[in-house]
């Protein structure tokens, strides 16, 4: 059984004449394009810790199968934003999981997409903690009741944004949460 103990957040933009090229560029900005990626689905680990990048990169191969929660945008539109953004959501006791949310599209800023995916992650704590809140609120509102409660002690987002290059080349955006052994 493998449960991951690290994570790191990573983000980047890569541009290229083709769209796979693009995505590569991004994810040699974001440091990580030298592993096999596998993408997960959003759940962050009970006691897992968070390194900053650096001490993430040292702990992997190059070559290395690692997991991963990845929001991708590419576009090949001179002049439009995109964005991909990683949410998360811890909860207030350590043995329990949080939330990872990934959000991808077009037209927000990093900061609009950020909270965006970190409402989500908190979103999908909240209803697993039986919080009660109401969606409808604004995420402000919804932010005070989840801190309010005792259950869910901080909430974050990573974000990466670019405006579709010139020259109509492929542009690429990705932001990603990385396991680690």
């Not at 995420?139 to 109509?168: L, T, W």
């Amino acid at each position: 059984m493998y449960v991951p103990r690290y994570m790191f957040f990573t983000k980047g933009v890569g541009i290229a004449k083709e769209k796979l090229s693009s995505f590569e560029n991004a994810l040699r900005d974001a440091k990580i394009a030298h592993l096999n990626l596998v993408q997960v689905s959003s759940i962050f680990p009970p006691d897992c810790k968070i390194l900053d990048i650096d001490q993430g990169i040292e702990k992997l191969e190059a070559g290395e199968i690692t997991h991963c929660v990845m929001a991708r945008e590419q576009i090949n539109e001179p002049g439009r934003r995109i964005v991909a953004s990683i949410g998360l959501a811890l909860p207030a006791e350590p043995l329990q999981y949080g939330y990872l949310s990934e959000h991808h599209g077009f037209g927000q800023t990093e900061d609009e997409a950020g909270e965006y995916a970190e409402d989500l992650a908190a979103s999908m704590l909240a209803n697993t903690l039986g919080i009660d809140f109401d969606p409808n609120k604004d995420y402000d509102e919804r932010r005070e009741v989840y801190r309010m409660s005792g259950k869910i002690v901080e909430s974050q987002h990573f974000s990466a944004g670019a405006v579709g290059s010139e020259k109509a080349l492929w542009t690429t955006v990705v932001a990603a949460a990385v396991f680690v052994k």
